[in-house]
């Protein structure tokens, strides 16, 4: 007989299962059928799922359901997954039929596994602890699944809000470094108005700032659990003490504030939970993306661009043109944008999907919900570190192109109203001078109204008058 195998049975058969595998028929199953995408499942998720386990163990054994010693045993497997042990044994792909069966299986047998283990046994001993009676009691997919995928995304939603904060920081620290440095303002790429720069950096630190409350506040959405629901959240084959015991203990293991949902069947039926929160962090990559296409645009040329900010330099920008520099941290921010926001249709998608008692697709939503957050915490981190950290201004180059656009002219019309400064702003421009130098030459005011009507760093502000209006 090979000793390298061991043979385990389900409803369809047999199959042979490697001797030193922890996982068991069920998972070797579900790798044989699903094997489309190569991702494998979200760590966190796999984490979340363990600490369930530990949670229901301990409840199951308060409650005299389960045996001391296979509750202990089944709790220390649990708690070496949840520091990430035993991560290559869990092998299903992310993207899985059965609304997270294979993924909820195979962590019933890992840790049946390896509790068996602790007790001296070996893999594949079920009568010591089984999968399904023992690690999998008073369960369903269907309430482990969507619960873990609560915790997980509360836990990946903190460092990413954190990372938020940072760049919002060092965004309002780049607020106060430019605040007297006057530029032209821009409207659909058209010169409009003066701004001050640092005007520029305070809109983009306030839009992270919305986003971080965002975060905030959705945590209190995935609170709310149908942990105990069972297979439909009717709470079948559960006791009803154990629901509340095992919402009390996951509650105390994952150190959130988790609740058991009002509406169990609700939550069971319905991911529009996972809509919301997708739809929030699309929100935050709408942000990124449209800071780093600014600086992008700021940043441009040098010389035959805007110019007016300068980013880090952090590569050679080309194999053929010498010297040239790109900036390729806000390009990767972007890209991490697009993926996101491709991902938040994914999840809508599947969140419609669901039909009766469950949705079949929460795989892909917990795939793509997970990865997002995960993603965008790296992003918003080397986007503040990498890139916005040592952003400095041109000051010279922001002088020179208000002082030869229009963007001052609309200055003109509180004094000489707006088609007179029309005229003027079109003189300048067929002339190639100044809107000032302009007004002057057109006879509109004097020179030294000018330096009253065009003083730049007013302009950035709403007019403040001490006198009345002139009378047109």
Same mark, same amino acid.
């Given at each position: 007989m090979d000793k390298t195998v061991r043979i385990e049975k389900d409803l369809l058969g047999e199959r042979e299962v490697s001797q030193t595998a922890y996982y068991g028929i069920h998972t070797v199953r579900a790798v044989e059928n699903f094997s489309m995408s190569g991702y494998a499942v979200n760590s966190t998720l796999i984490k979340a799922i363990a600490l369930i386990k530990k949670a229901a163990a301990q409840a199951n054994c308060e409650l005299g359901y389960l045996a001391p010693e296979l509750s202990k045993a089944i709790c220390q497997a649990a708690e070496e997954v949840m520091t990430g042990q035993w991560q290559e044994q869990f092998v299903v792909d992310a993207l899985q039929g059965g609304a997270g069966t294979s993924t909820n299986m195979n962590v019933n047998e890992v840790l049946a596994n390896r509790a068996i283990e602790i007790l001296g046994g070996e893999c594949g001993d079920y009568h010591l602890v089984h999968p399904l009676n023992h690690v999998n009691l008073h369960q369903s997919t269907n309430d482990i699944y969507p619960t873990a995928l609560r915790i997980a995304a509360i836990w990946l939603l903190q460092p990413l809000s954190e990372a938020c904060a940072l760049l919002?920081? +060092?965004?309002?620290?780049k607020e106060a470094e430019f605040a007297g440095i006057v530029k032209v %303002? +821009?409207?659909q790429l058209q010169d409009a108005v003066p701004i001050m720069l640092g005007q520029e950096f305070s809109a983009y630190a306030q839009a992270i700032s919305r986003d971080r409350w965002r975060l905030y506040k959705v945590e209190e959405r995935l609170r709310q659990t149908n942990l105990g629901g069972t297979a439909v %959240?009717? %709470?079948?084959?559960a006791d009803q003490k154990y629901i509340y015991l095992i919402n009390e203990r996951a509650r105390q293991?994952?150190?959130? %504030?988790?609740?058991r949902a009002e509406n169990m069947v609700d939550t069971t039926q319905n991911a529009d939970v996972f809509v919301e929160v997708s739809g929030l962090i699309k929100a935050l990559a709408v942000n990124l993306n449209k800071i780093a296409n600014d600086l992008r645009l700021l940043s441009s040329g040098p010389a035959a661009g805007l110019g007016e900010i300068r980013l880090p330099e952090r590569q050679a920008g080309s194999?053929?043109?010498p010297g040239k520099v790109n900036p390729v941290i806000p390009e990767a921010v972007n890209q991490v944008a697009f993926h996101v926001i491709a991902g938040d249709a994914a999840i809508t998608m599947a969140a419609q999907g669901g039909q009766l008692e469950l949705n079949a697709f929460l795989p892909l939503i917990a795939h793509h919900l997970l990865g997002n957050i995960q993603m965008l915490s790296r992003c918003v981190a080397a986007f503040e570190e990498l890139c916005v950290r040592g952003i400095e201004a041109n000051q010279a180059r922001c002088h020179q192109l208000l002082e030869n656009s229009l963007a001052t002219a609309a200055a003109l019309v509180p004094y000489v109203g707006y088609d007179q400064a029309t005229k003027a702003a079109r003189y300048a421009y067929h002339n190639a001078m100044p809107v000032k130098q302009a007004a002057v030459e057109l006879g509109l005011v004097s020179s030294e109204d000018c330096i009253t009507i065009f003083d730049v760093q007013k302009m950035?502000?709403?007019?403040q008058r001490k006198t009345s209006p002139p009378l047109r």
């Open positions: 919002q920081q +060092r965004l309002q620290e %303002g +821009r409207t %959240g009717t %709470g079948m084959n293991l994952a150190k959130i %504030g988790l609740t194999s053929l043109m950035t502000h709403p007019l």
